[in-house]
């Protein structure tokens, strides 16, 4: 089955502890992105990666990191997490050809306390 | 950068009417302009999108409109469902370059039985 998947789902860690948010997706796309939304501010995006080794910052990607060395995974890096960080986490993949269609995985719900 | 507006934030309808959300875009270079939806709980769904050389989609009882004079583009949805209920995102983004999306901020519509 096509699928992007996120792991963990829900994570409750304290300031400055480091942690990642897995992302993987079994379609072959090229392109990753990953999105953080809060309520009243729709989904913004963090960063995003066109192919392996190929990452570029979104609109907000201040207090993250993110890596590219396979196709399938995109995780996202939290090196010292923040309040302001706590959010609904969002992975999504398409082609880069054709139909520019987003996959998104279920989510990721971060409460960083 | 780009910058997504999107209205109403809530809008509320009775089952069978029509429901009529609106976004404007600022940078004139944006052609391609998808419409998520996304179910309490759930991930964001793509419903319909549209590119900057068509002016009207439709797909069923759903439809999206694209003035690139006025940079605005609309969802229309006739004979609204209680399944219909969710918030709906509309998103800008430059196909050629494909990689920064825009999102809106949302709109939750409730459609009364």
Known sequence: EAQVTQNPRYLITVTGKK????????MNHEYMSWYRQDPGLGLRQIYYSMNVEVTDKGDVPEGYKVSRKEKRN??????SPSPNQTSLY???????QGKKTQYFGPGTRLLVL | GE???QH????????GDSAVIKCTYSDSASNYFPW???ELGKRPQLIIDIRSNVGEKKDQRIAVTLN???KHFSLHITETQPEDSAVYFCAASIDTNAGKSTFGDGTTLTVKP
Do not use: D, G
């Open chain 2, 68 to 70: 690139k004079t006025a």
């Open chain 1, 90 to 96: 969002f992975c999504a993949s398409r082609t880069i």
């Open chain 2, 36 to 38: 998520y939806k996304q």
């Open chain 1, 74 to 79: 995109f995780p996202l890096i939290l090196e």
């Open chain 2, 3 to 5: 910058n997504v507006e």
């Open chain 1, 19 to 26: 942690l990642t948010v897995t992302c993987s997706q079994n």
């Open chain 2, 8 to 15: 109403p934030s809530t809008l509320s309808v009775q089952e």
